[in-house]
């Protein structure tokens, strides 16, 4: 029982690279998440999916693309990867937006120098 | 103003003595509510949510609801130091529900 699976687990980029975070649920879920936790910022959203074929901005998009590539699955592009990118980023699913219970892959740790 | 506010702590309280975290949270629409658990390294889990005003138990925990002060709790009872850990406050926001997550609040349970 996998759940949200998400690839790499960790990640070192230079300034100005590219690179694309994977995540994928075998829930069946209708909704997916990608946040980012900074110290002592909790968790921030960066995009949602309310549905297949659907994607909104969350709190803090700026720099970073998604894909809702199918019902399983929800990338996140950064186009040209900035110091001020550096952070863990958290998958999730739920059955529905915001009013169910959302389950989390292991994070990525992503570093760029 | 972020629009889900907790107290970053730590929240450090004996053993055996119960702890209450505290949310407020700005959308006077929203209508559902969540208390996540993460341990250092690892991933949010849910322990509880919450739809509607009053309390909600679940073994050692409850959550109350006041929606006209725009205000959720957590409540610990019997606190163990396997609770230490962040507890993060999570509210489904505007027409989307959007799930939009306060800054969490570090518990430090002292044997």
């Known amino acids: 029982n996998a759940g949200v699976t998400q690839t790499p687990k960790f990640q070192v980029l230079k300034t100005g690279q590219s690179m694309t975070l994977q995540c994928a649920q075998d829930?069946?879920?209708?909704?997916m998440y990608w946040y980012r936790q900074d110290p002592g910022m909790g968790l921030r959203l960066i995009y949602y999916?309310?549905?297949?074929?659907?994607?909104d901005k969350g709190e803090v998009p700026n720099g970073y693309n998604v894909s809702r590539l199918n019902k399983r699955e929800f990338s996140l592009r950064l186009e040209s990867a900035a110091p001020s990118q550096t952070s863990v980023y958290f998958c999730?699913?739920?059955?529905?937006?915001?009013?169910?219970?959302?389950?989390f892959g292991q994070g990525t740790r992503l570093t760029v120098v | 103003q972020k629009e889900v506010e907790q107290n970053s702590g730590p929240l450090s309280v004996p053993e055996g003595a119960i702890a209450s975290l505290n949310c407020t949270y700005s959308d006077r629409g929203s209508q559902s509510f969540f208390w996540y658990r993460q341990y250092s390294g690892k991933s949010p889990e849910l322990i509880m949510f919450i739809y509607s005003n009053g309390d909600k138990e679940d073994g050692r925990f409850t959550a109350q609801l006041n929606k006209a002060s725009q205000y959720v709790s957590l409540l610990i009872r019997d606190s163990q130091p396997s609770d230490s850990a962040t507890y993060l406050c999570a509210v489904g926001v505007g027409s989307s529900y959007k799930l939009i997550f306060g800054s969490g609040t570090r518990l430090l349970v002292r044997p």
């Open positions: 829930m069946n879920h209708n909704s």
């Open positions: 999916s309310a549905s297949e074929g659907t994607t």
């Open positions: 999730a699913s739920s059955a529905r937006t915001g009013d169910t219970e959302a389950f």
